[in-house]
T-cell receptor, first 113, second 114 residues
Framework: AQSVSQHNHHVILSEAASLELGCNYS??????LFWYVQYPGQHLQLLLK??????LVKGIKGFEAEFIKSKFSFNLRKPSVQWSDTAEYFC???????????FGIGTKLQVIP | DAGVIQSPRHEVTEMGQEVTLRCKPI?????LFWYRQTMMRGLELLIY????????DSGMPEDRFSAKMPNASFSTLKIQPSEPRDSAVYFC????????????FGSGTRLTVV
């Protein structure tokens, strides 16, 4: 079945540490991939998205993600996290045209000052 | 752009009552999604519409749940009768085309059924 999986459910980092959150997808053919962030008590906000082209995608707030087709991965990275990055991060994918959209279970990131 | 607008923000109701959640998508977006978020099950897609037509309602948990989209600017999610296990945050999202492709979420409705 088409799906997206996130392996790290809870990550704790100190400020200024580097971040990498894993996301793997199982879509065949066309795939659109997204990373969303949900700050405590708020709604999901788009960080970045990949449709095609350059596999390195840069998003807001210094986040980036790399699409690696051979590994079916779309990991989220940030070189230096801040306390304000404490949130839950969701990877999502669809097979184009909003078909078969799925969200990962989410990764809770806690940044310690 | 006012974004996706949901109402009410919070709803507390008694078991057995009818609950109606409302959503106004972003103008020009032609796809609309209803999600439910709980600690136990995470984010679940309930139903999505394309051009006001329901495309996939396989995530709707039971017949107690129904959703409508009478026009491009309004959708409702109704639960009748409500049960305590329906307590969750319900998000509406809309999606556009081309560079606006993607899911823009509303602020959600926190539903508590007592």
């Amino acid at each position: 079945a088409q799906s997206v999986s996130q392996h790290n459910h809870h990550v704790i980092l100190s400020e200024a540490a580097s971040l990498e959150l894993g996301c793997n997808y199982s879509y065949g053919g066309t795939v659109n991939l997204f990373w969303y962030v949900q700050y405590p008590g708020q709604h999901l906000q788009l960080l970045l998205k990949y449709f095609s082209g350059d596999p390195l995608v840069k998003g807001i707030k210094g986040f980036e993600a790399e699409f690696i087709k051979s590994k079916f991965s779309f990991n989220l990275r940030k070189p230096s996290v801040q306390w304000s990055d404490t949130a839950e991060y969701f990877c999502a994918g669809d097979s184009g045209g909003y078909q078969k959209v799925t969200f990962g279970i989410g990764t809770k990131l806690q940044v310690i000052p | 752009d006012a974004g996706v607008i949901q109402s009410p923000r919070h709803e507390v109701t008694e078991m057995g009552q009818e609950v109606t959640l409302r959503c106004k998508p972003i103008s020009g977006h032609n796809s609309l999604f209803w999600y439910r978020q709980t600690m136990m099950r995470g984010l679940e897609l309930l139903i999505y519409f394309n051009n006001n037509v329901p495309i996939d309602d396989s995530g709707m948990p039971e017949d107690r749940f129904s959703a409508k989209m009478p026009n491009a600017s309004f959708s409702t999610l109704k639960i009748q009768p409500s049960e305590p296990r329906d307590s969750a945050v319900y998000f509406c999202a809309s999606g556009g085309r081309g560079p606006n492709y993607g899911y823009t979420f509303g602020s959600g409705t926190r539903l508590t059924v007592v």
